[in-house]
């Protein structure tokens, strides 16, 4: 029992660093954007909202060498 309990505690310890850790690196992304003037900001939050083109999802073309005589 003591075992169970010492792994719970170990797991919300660790939890709250991460969540911990996860926030402070959210407010320093959102300090370092804060630095871009805001119509920057808004001209890739357009492109970010384009769909992406899948790279993987084109057929793959291998490449074939045709011999010519002349």
Do not use: Y
């Not at 010492?6 to 959210?26: E, P, T």
């Not at 805001?38 to 084109?58: F, G, I, K, Y």
Request: glycine content about 2%.
């Amino acid at each position: 029992m003591a075992q169970s309990s010492s792994w719970n505690i170990l797991q919300a310890v660790s939890a709250f660093k991460s969540r911990r850790r996860r926030d402070a690196n959210h407010e320093h992304a959102l300090r370092e954007l804060k630095r871009f003037p805001s119509h920057l900001l808004a001209d890739c939050q357009r492109e970010m909202e384009l769909p992406l083109l899948n790279v993987t999802a084109r057929p793959k073309r291998g490449l074939r060498l045709v011999e010519t005589r002349a």
